[in-house]
């Protein structure tokens, strides 16, 4: 090991940081520009279930189990479950499901 | 503290709850990545106090393992977290104009998938102190449990790891779809996202998922912000 681990954290800490607080720090006014606002206005709809799926069909032992918390966790939230409620009973969902897989 | 700073502090706290248990769990394994590249229980503390992000920090621990440049592991972990950079310019538009510099200083600090998604799920302007409620749960359980995956190892059973670690995602979920369930053109977006996003997934396997969920929201978004433009008043959800 020729490097020194604690420079890796700290550059590795300072390029995190950095993304994260500049542009809140940065940006201080509101964008008024209609297609950067509307842009704004559908990140976190398209980035939440990018990451979403088909990702959740991997975090579990089985891509069946995964599929299930899925339909569930979707069933949940449009009926109006609250987070920790959806986050629960995905939870559950696959916890069950792996018991017979 | 004022009241109205008090309850958005609990609120935060009980959102962060499921978070900080999810975090907990996931740090685990990311623990027993940073023990294979060498790094002792403090120094995966403090890894993941600082950085709080999944794949960023698991890319590192590689660079560190490899014993690679100091140069790479900057570029790593500016490609793996520069998803942060789009949450944090969204999250710049829900604080109301006047929010002093130190509260977007720590609510900077640790914009992640998960607190984002809530704090984008809250009506009206963003009050700092539901972000700092939802980050004393999120904070120590991601680094505590990177630490504790860095001394015991794998201790937890995998059925209680598997069922676990859709927590995150049932987060995701509560937060999209019932703006989706209401407004149509949310209900394409999410939909075309979704199918895009499991195309890319086969067709691109090779892109990391960070850098795909950028490329794929800057398209995504640009197409439904062009075609779909938000009116004066319905930017605050």
Known sequence: MTHEIYIYILIMSVVTLAI?????????????????KSFLYYVPY????????PAILDATQSQISGALALIAGMAAAFFGASLFKVSLTCCAVVFVAELFL | MLIENKRALAEGFRDG??????????SFTLGITAKHAGLN?????????????SAGEYAGFIVIAADAPYWEIALIT?????????????????????????????????????IFGIS?????????????????????????????????????????????SVALY??????????????????????????????????????????????LTLIIAGIAAVLYPVKENENDA
Do not use: C
């Open chain 2, 78 to 114: 500016l490609v793996a977290n520069a998803r942060y950079m789009l949450m944090s310019t969204v999250l710049s538009q829900k604080f109301s104009p006047d929010t002093p510099f130190y509260h977007r200083f720590f609510v900077g600090f640790d914009v992640t998938d998960e």
């Open chain 2, 170 to 215: 049932g987060m995701f979920l509560a937060v999209i779809i019932p703006p989706a369930k209401k407004d149509k053109i949310i209900g394409a977006t999410v939909a075309a996202s979704f199918a895009l996003s499991f195309a890319a997934n086969k067709m691109v396997p090779f892109l990391s998922s960070g850098t795909r969920t950028i490329f």
């Open chain 2, 41 to 53: 229980p403090f120094q995966g503390f403090i890894t993941s106090f600082f950085n709080n992000a």
């Open chain 1, 46 to 53: 398209v980035t939440l279930a990018v990451m979403t799926f």
């Open chain 1, 20 to 36: 994260r607080i500049l542009p809140l720090t940065l940006i201080r006014g509101e964008i008024k520009n209609v297609t950067l």
């Open chain 2, 17 to 26: 709850v499921p978070i900080g248990l999810g975090y907990f769990v996931v």
């Open chain 2, 120 to 164: 984008v799920a809250r009506e009206g302007k963003l009050n700092p102190f539901y972000n700092y409620g939802a980050m004393l749960t999120a904070l120590p359980g991601w680094s505590i449990g990177t630490a504790f995956g860095i001394v015991a190892g794998n201790i937890l059973p995998p059925s209680a790891v598997s069922a676990l």
